[in-house]
């Protein structure tokens, strides 16, 4: 009786795929573009916050201690926002970002890999309740992928391929001929573990600190580059440069709210800020250079950062993820992640003194 052909099970586990993948490492190997895109990702994240003049300060456009205050108004985790991250804004900005660079550097380098690809899972979540919960469909949103895709790299682990400690030899193989290898000794995993640990938290404060002085000016908690960037709109009644009277309002609006600036001293291109009564929003009056004033609630349809509006372009911008919107065109959405127009602020304008009110 001829014999039946089986099916080989005796397969190493973590080998997958066709031959040659088998002889670069199978799953592990399948696995490198997944842990090269995250881990540069989240290394590039974390230098970035430390790089970026006005992040690390706990107020002033594009600061943690602003999106902080913007997560608060629609994220589940408010509560914890605002006991534990609102008084500290610049410590849990640089822990953040030192979390990233760690994480990165991990998945990266092998060195600590599960923790590693475990922490940035998790760091991920937190951003999904906290950056990205008012995206919407929420498939819109970039971190629940990069939660997952860290959760694979995770559970996977990285099979000894790549890992930067296979490079130093084990004392055991010193002089044998053996390859380079780290050699599972029974009281040793600990103080290992430990040492990468260790390894991570220096090269991540380095890489930090080092970002920060070569890029971001001054260290975290100092004053210097806080609130630096497009210019905010102009406080009430401040703006010089009369010129005369150009068509404004809302059709039907009638007055009600606070005088917010006068359009006899509003320029072409100029914008005047005012508090919205009913919200507490920022919001910006601009006059186009049409002549026509319109008014906008600054806060981003995207996650909730505060839009400053830049004179030079005549254009609203998100300084937190890029978004840019038209004031010239009912706040159109001109780029980036954002899907909605801002809201626009109805005003009065009264023809004879110019007045320029918020309408009830």
């Not at 001829?2 to 002889?23: E, H, I, K, N, Y």
């Not at 005549?314 to 038209?326: E, K, Q, S």
């Not at 159109?332 to 304008?349: C, D, F, N």
């Amino acid at each position: 009786m001829a014999q039946q052909p089986t099916r080989d099970v005796t397969r190493p586990s973590g080998r997958v795929g066709p031959p040659w993948l088998d002889r670069f490492g199978g799953i592990y190997a399948a696995l490198i573009p997944l842990r090269a895109f995250l881990g540069f990702t989240f290394l590039y994240a974390g230098l970035d916050k430390f790089a970026t003049k006005g992040f690390l300060a706990a107020m002033g456009p594009g600061s943690i201690g602003e999106q902080l205050e913007a997560f608060t108004r629609s994220s589940p985790l408010t509560p914890l926002i605002e006991a534990f991250a609102l008084p500290y804004p610049v410590a849990m900005g640089t822990f953040i970002a030192l979390a990233e660079i760690a994480v990165g550097l991990g998945v990266l380098t092998g060195l600590l890999y599960r923790a590693a690809a475990a922490g940035g899972a998790f760091t991920a979540l937190i951003f999904w309740l906290t950056a990205s919960w008012t995206t919407t469909p929420f498939y819109f949103g970039p971190d629940l992928p990069v939660m997952f895709g860290f959760i694979t790299l995770a559970l996977a682990g990285n099979g000894g391929l790549l890992v930067a400690g296979n490079l130093v030899p084990d004392r055991r193989g010193r002089g044998t001929g053996a390859p380079a290898r780290i050699v599972p000794v029974a009281g040793a995993v600990g103080r290992r573990e430990l040492l990468q640990a260790a390894l991570l938290g220096v090269a991540a404060i380095a890489a930090g600190v080092g970002a920060r002085l070569l890029l971001g000016g001054d260290l975290p908690g100092t004053t210097a580059g806080a609130g630096s960037g497009t210019p905010s709109p102009s406080p009430a009644g401040t703006t010089p440069a009369p010129s005369s009277p150009g068509p404004g309002g809302t059709a039907g609006a009638t007055p009600g709210g606070p005088v917010i600036g006068n359009v006899n001293q509003l320029a072409a291109g100029e914008a005047v800020a005012f508090t919205i009564p009913s919200s507490g929003d920022p919001g910006a009056a601009i006059r186009l250079a049409d002549g026509r004033v319109v008014a906008y609630d600054l806060i981003c349809t995207h996650e909730g950062c505060t839009v400053r509006y830049d004179a030079g372009s005549g254009i609203l911008r998100c300084p937190c993820h890029g978004a840019t919107f038209d004031p010239a065109q009912e706040g159109l959405v001109l780029g980036g992640p954002a899907r909605r127009p801002l809201p626009s602020v109805p005003l009065v304008i009264d023809p004879a003194s110019g007045s320029i009110t918020l309408a009830s």
